[in-house]
């Protein structure tokens, strides 16, 4: 395995940690709403209050990661989707400030505000990022020199739509089933009602996209043929999708929140293989895409990140794992909270 | 407009904005970890009061730091690809070392910091201050390892890429540790260090100050007005050297950046003066209006009076010509304020030596806005860096013989496809929103400081309730005793 691969496959560790991290508390933001009373809302918020800045930090160190490692790929990507990274910042900023400053001010009106604010965002983020992945997968026009030159609205093809679709109710999904495990009393029934709808949305669009991308993006599919061991990953995939209810219908929803993480890390994996080895795939002209090969830094930077990467990366795991299970446990505002 | 003027606006709206909480994160962050110390050290439940203060007022910036850092981070590839493609390979480690060792240790610890208190033992949650306030530092030094790399480039070499049969330059790592330890990095490491620690200082002197003026918490505002009144004063003094070092190794490896700053247009026969004040005319050559020391400037560069220092007319085509008036005023700016804050701390640390301190109410007025111009301080001190290097975005190197090579114009690094419509799109959005951000931060400011440290605190009777509890248990134990009997 080269290097070129190894910080494909690190980035993919990057965009899985963000995703499962960060989509919990994007779906969380997005059930926000339904939440009855400033007593549940306020549960709600507290139940990632300590947590969701670490989980973005995910997407930094994605970020930053994918332009050290990356760098061709990093400036087409930000400069071609221009408008698009906006209105992720735009979404993000408002998110951060919605959850760190509801509760700041006693005024019904005030919270009121940043509570549509916070489920908006958190909606925008989660489309932007969906619609963003199915592009990756349908492919973006680029020139012989690795430039996007697409405009906005090329970016809003169904198929990407779709994708969006399908980030939008895995994530209500795998947002419920964090609220389900981290409630008690009342709202944790509340919340296990909403558990078989979500599921159920998360099916639908599931079903729909699989067959889309069978049907309209042969390329992904290309690597199942010349590796019949990827075959491992759907299956990883349909058996973590089915485990979700399995798992509830017996009680366990920790079990059915591990199978939702699963699952979020399985179409990571998905996107990775169907990728691969391209970064930012060129359509209609093929030949143009941007590889983990011509896109890369060189040899010496990607061997001395990789050095600073396992150096840090043990403490990361390890602090990040006592931290999380400091805040272990269920949620009732009243005692020791602090939004 | 053209799209390069509007993408250098839109990096000085959002880098100074986004400057107003990374200072200010580093030395509150210096503080935080005083107080507890001495709360962990003393018992003294003051200290605990003090420390969660000025954790919530922590948590606020640093809320807003994150928020407005993101937008850094996508700025480089959304309007300067050019650029990021240029020295992608280089800041390559940097941003992996940052963000593996700052960007987790203080997110991760800063969760335990604000909502850990009832779940962690007294000794691990200052450990968790600790991180944060090291992951803010950490933090800094990789982001100045970068700039500096790009005022003063070292350790890399310029390589040609090819993409798809398509050949371009770009800057690759040679050898790491000359990359970190460029000509700049630790000089301009330390002077932000010290401006980080005078700013966190004045910022807590400034909410003690106006509580000893409208005498509440007298008790608490006076030592953290002491407390940080000392070390303002040192970070203050200690810049005077640091600025020194700074303007030498400017004077070594950016010449033009220099004159600039100094406003030195002419090169001339004798010995060049150093301006105090004055107002550089960029169509004329000249320093109108202003007060200079003669040969003073060749004093500081040559160590004699009279070897004339090398102008802006002798360097400017190889250089080419940094905009000076910007340059000069920001970096004249900075200096004066720096010298402001030597003397009046100076002067309340005598005050305080002879005990009149909390009595000069104007003194105490002073720093209750002193801290504003901090921030003007530490703004225009990155502005003078920044500008000066113009019109290069990677500053090139000189060889022996002086001829220059290697570097990036500023006016090629911008994105290829962005247009001047979508960077003014942006611009009005990011300004909305800096708007509103900055209303807020006032607002809940302004609203820890009206509410105070919280006295009610139940943890604040931390050591009473311990001694009720040794109490308590001697009870259960004489009882115990007793019923052996």
Same mark, same amino acid.
């Given at each position: 395995? /080269?290097?070129?691969? #190894? ?17 919990? /508390? ?26 969701? /800045? ?129 409630? #008690? ?105 941007? #590889? ?48 | ?42 018992? &003294? ?124 330059? $770009?800057?690759?790592?040679? &050898? ?29 002197? +400034? ?15 006076? $030592?953290?007005?002491?407390? +940080? ?51 550089? &005319? ?15 400037? +060749? ?101 022996? &013989? ?84």
């Amino acid at each position: 395995m /080269d290097l070129n691969l #190894t910080w494909f496959l690190l980035l993919g560790v990057l965009l899985a940690g963000y995703a499962i991290l960060d989509g919990f /508390d994007l779906g969380v933001g997005m059930l926000h709403l339904l939440a009855r009373g400033d007593d549940q809302r306020r549960t709600f918020i507290e139940t990632i209050g300590p947590i969701w /800045d670490g989980n973005e930090v995910w997407l930094v160190t994605f970020g930053g990661a994918l332009f050290a490692a990356f760098p061709e790929a990093y400036a087409t990507i930000f400069s071609g989707f221009y408008f698009v990274f906006m209105l992720v910042l735009l979404a993000l900023i408002a998110r951060a400030v919605a959850l760190e400053f509801r509760s700041k001010t006693e005024s019904a009106a005030w919270r009121q505000a940043w509570d549509v604010v916070f489920c908006l965002a958190s909606t925008l983020a989660t489309l932007l990022f969906g619609v963003g992945v199915g592009n990756a997968m349908v492919g973006v026009p680029l020139n012989e020199r690795g430039i996007y030159i697409g405009g906005f609205f090329d970016l809003l093809n169904p198929y990407s739509l779709l994708v969006g679709l399908l980030a939008l109710t895995m994530f209500l999904m795998h947002g419920s089933l964090y609220l389900h495990l981290k409630t #008690t009393g009342e709202l944790h029934a509340r919340v296990g009602r909403w558990l078989g709808r979500t599921y159920a949305m998360f099916v639908v669009a599931y079903v729909l996209v699989s067959g889309a991308t069978l049907w309209f993006i042969p390329r992904a599919t290309a690597f199942f043929q010349a590796y019949p061991a990827a075959w491992l990953v759907v299956a990883l995939n349909v058996l973590a999708v089915v485990g979700i209810p399995y798992a509830l219908r017996r009680g366990w929803s920790g079990r059915a929140f591990v199978a939702s993480c699963l699952t979020v890390c399985a179409f990571v994996l998905l996107l990775g293989l169907a990728l691969y080895p391209n970064l930012v795939t060129s359509s209609p002209a093929a030949e143009n895409s941007l #590889t983990i090969y011509n896109a890369a830094s060189s040899q010496k930077t990607l061997w001395i990140m990789l050095v600073i990467a396992l150096l840090g990366m043990p403490f990361v795991i390890g602090y990040t794992s006592i931290i999380y299970w400091v805040f272990r446990g269920r949620v009732a505002v009243g005692e020791g909270a602090y939004h | 407009m053209d799209v390069v003027l509007l993408s250098r606006c839109q990096f000085a709206l959002t880098v100074m904005f986004h400057y107003l909480f990374p200072p200010l994160t580093i030395g509150l962050g210096l503080v935080l970890v005083f107080l507890e110390y001495r709360w962990l050290r003393t018992n &003294d439940p003051i200290y605990h009061t003090a420390t969660k203060f000025w954790t919530k007022i922590f948590g606020i910036n640093f809320a807003l730091g994150v928020a407005s850092g993101i937008v850094m981070e996508f700025q480089f590839g959304t309007n300067w690809a050019v650029y990021s493609r240029f020295v992608g390979d280089v800041f390559g480690s940097a941003l992996a070392a940052e963000g593996i060792f700052a960007f987790f240790l203080e997110s991760g610890f800063l969760a335990v910091l604000l909502y850990g208190w009832d779940r962690v033992s007294r000794g691990f949650h200052f450990f968790a201050t600790l991180m944060v306030a090291l992951g803010s530092i950490f933090s800094s030094v990789w982001i100045v390892v970068a700039n500096s790399w790009q005022q003063t480039p070292a350790g890399s070499h310029l390589v040609e890429h090819t993409i798809n049969g398509h050949a371009f330059l $770009r800057a690759e790592i040679v &050898d790491f540790w000359a990359l970190v330890f460029n000509p700049s990095t630790v000089h301009r490491l330390v002077h932000v260090w010290f401006a980080a620690f005078t700013l966190g200082a004045m910022f807590a002197m +400034s909410i003690s100050a106006w509580y000893l003026l409208r005498g509440r918490h007298i008790e608490f505002a006076k $030592r953290s007005f002491t407390g +940080s009144l000392l070390l303002a004063t040192l970070a203050s003094l200690a810049q005077l050297g640091s600025g020194h070092f700074n303007a030498e190794m400017v004077a070594e490896h950016q010449p033009a950046k220099l004159a600039a700053f100094e406003g030195h247009f002419r090169t001339g026969e004798s010995g060049t003066p150093l301006y105090l004040l004055g107002w550089p &005319d960029e169509q004329t050559r000249e320093v109108k209006a202003g007060v200079a020391v003669p040969g003073a400037l +060749s004093l500081l560069v040559h160590k004699d009076f009279r070897t004339p220092v090398t102008g802006l007319d002798r360097l400017q085509d190889s250089y080419g010509s940094p905009p000076v008036w910007l340059s000069f005023q920001t970096y004249h700016l900075m200096i004066g304020l720096g010298m402001l804050f030597i003397a009046s701390t100076l002067w309340a640390c005598w005050s305080w030596w002879r005990g009149t301190l909390f009595q000069q109410r104007w003194l105490l007025w002073y720093f209750v806005f002193g801290v504003s111009l901090a921030f003007v301080a530490n703004e225009v001190g990155w502005a003078a860096a920044e500008v000066g290097r113009q019109p290069w975005i990677v500053y090139p190197t000189a060889g022996p &013989d002086g001829a220059v090579s290697g570097g990036l114009q500023t006016v090629e690094a911008v994105s290829e496809v962005v247009t001047s419509g979508q960077v003014l799109g942006s611009i009005i959005m990011f300004g909305f929103i800096y708007l509103l951000l900055f209303i807020l931060w006032v607002y809940l400011l302004n609203r820890a400081i009206q509410r105070g440290p919280d006295v009610e605190d139940a943890a604040a009777l931390g050591p009473e309730i311990d001694s009720l509890r040794g109490v308590v248990e001697a009870q259960t134990e004489l009882r115990g005793a007793f019923k052996a009997d």
